[in-house]
């Protein structure tokens, strides 16, 4: 085949693509965090492990605080902005955990759960037509007959009965190949280890490889939601993965996940977490090839570990046919600078934000590898001005061994990868050198089908 009718058949494989695509759209909400104990007049209720900056933040209003975690009027305003944006072809919600704020840890199973359903009541009827798809953090209430009672108008018989027992399930999407896979990581996370996680979490790898393998014969796509994902904290900068705050997975669950996600890269279309308090992303590669990324959604709340950002919300577009992710609407709530209103605003769209032809991992770890030019700072800052939901676009504090761990996260989901990726910078560029060959290859198609 010469290069020009080689470019004619891939320019008519795009078309055709683009002519089968039945376009729709889903919701990734996640870190809600609420405190109901969150108001003005009992403010330290709500701000309880951060006296010091409560008296400071306190005359910015008690919307902006950074150090709060999510107030009811910000549930409720995140609600009213998904009510408004509502695409006709809204398929479904996806909602993965830490629903509760974490001082609330302390209060009775009876009290949380009635936080959980004033939540899940809320979304219920902003989404009154739609399916919510709930995974559980490890702030959240363990699986229960209540929590199934709560989520049943979402979940289906076959969903339930592994919910109930382990807090995973999978949906099949009816009309289409698209399958979900919710998990729940507090099974694989270090705390779980001590309680009754051991043999759940055993039971969990099982089902999951399962549902695989069936996915892969039927010739399925599939998403992975999770409250957390593999890989690191890259604010933790020491890359003491197993040492960071709860719900972290545990070194042996991070490698065995990284293990099934490359087996089963054919069969997975997208990996979709939260967890971190960062809008960041994940590649995985398999012999240094990028072969499964997964996007990690900004919390709604502002309060994070060590770090603030503004409350997000993030609103996907796919081919509801094939799976295949489009691009994302990043929406953001500027907490810091508004006057006393709650304005939610489209902070970027993904593929335009990055300059991306399209979400795959191949586009992706160009993104990261571009990100690394310690020459020019732009693409970096406005990843981190991302990172933090535009909190702040100052990114003078990230220097180039700051710079160098953002980029070691994104693509040393491993943790010992990562932390051999964050001592010896040398190496980390050295050992993609074949993979920067398929690019220029990748480089070469494109020009000829561009001219
Ligand atoms: C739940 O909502 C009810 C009714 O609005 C309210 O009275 C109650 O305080 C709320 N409880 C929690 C824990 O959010
Ligand atoms: C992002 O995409 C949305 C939906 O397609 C569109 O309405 C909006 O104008 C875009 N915003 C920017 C900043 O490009």
């Not at 491993?414 to 993609?432: G, I, K, Q």
Request: with cysteine.
């Amino acid at each position: 085949m010469n290069p020009n009718s080689l470019a004619v058949y891939i320019t008519s494989l795009l078309w055709l693509n683009l002519i089968d695509a039945k376009i729709g759209y889903f919701w990734h909400i996640t870190d809600l965090h609420y405190d109901p104990f969150h108001n003005s007049q009992e403010f330290h209720k709500g701000c309880r492990h951060n006296r010091a900056n409560v008296d400071h933040n306190h005359r910015n209003g008690r919307h902006r605080d950074h150090t709060c975690d999510s107030s009811w009027p910000l549930i409720q305003s995140a609600a009213a902005l998904m009510a408004e944006r509502h695409p006709d072809t809204l398929e479904f919600v996806l909602w993965t955990g830490d629903i509760l704020s974490s001082s609330m840890e302390h209060l009775s199973e009876e009290v949380k759960l009635e936080a959980v359903r004033n939540v899940t009541d809320i979304l219920s009827r902003t989404f009154s037509s739609q399916f919510v798809f709930p995974a559980l953090g490890h702030n959240d209430p363990p699986p229960s007959k209540k929590l199934v009672d709560m989520w049943m108008q979402w979940l289906p018989t076959e969903a339930l009965q592994t919910f109930q027992t382990g807090g995973y399930y999978t949906i099949e999407q009816s009309h289409s190949k698209l399958r979900i896979i919710v998990l729940n990581s507090v099974l694989w996370a270090g705390g779980a280890a001590r309680t009754d996680g051991p043999h759940r979490g055993r039971a969990q790898w099982e089902w999951l490889e399962h549902v695989l393998s069936k996915a892969r014969r039927k010739s399925e796509m599939v998403y992975l939601v999770a409250h957390a994902g593999p890989g690191v904290e890259e604010r933790h900068n020491a890359g003491s993965a197993s040492a960071a705050g709860g719900g972290e997975l545990t070194p042996t669950a991070n490698a065995r996940l990284l293990h099934v996600i490359r087996a089963f890269s054919d069969v997975i279309a997208g990996q979709f977490y939260g967890h971190r308090h960062a809008d960041t992303f994940r590649l995985i590669y398999s012999e240094g090839r990028p072969v499964s990324w997964a996007l990690l959604a900004p919390s709604l709340t502002p309060r994070g570990s060590g770090s603030i950002s503004n409350p997000g919300l993030r609103l996907y577009k796919f081919d509801s046919n094939t799976g295949k992710v489009l691009d994302y609407t990043q929406y953001y709530l500027d907490i810091t600078n508004t006057r006393g209103e709650l304005h939610w605003a489209i902070e970027y769209n993904l593929t335009q934000y990055y300059s991306l032809r399209e979400i795959s991992a191949t586009s992706l770890d160009g993104l990261a590898e571009r990100m690394l030019n310690y020459h020019d700072r732009t693409l970096f800052t406005k990843y981190l001005t991302a990172l933090r939901v535009r909190h702040t676009t100052d990114t003078s504090d990230c220097d180039a061994t700051c710079v160098h761990v953002h980029y070691c996260a994104i693509t040393r989901a491993d943790y010992h990868e990562f932390r051999a990726c964050v001592r010896n910078p040398a190496s980390a560029l050295a050992s993609r050198a074949p993979h920067t060959s398929a690019a220029v290859l990748l480089y070469a198609i494109l020009i000829i089908i561009s001219s």
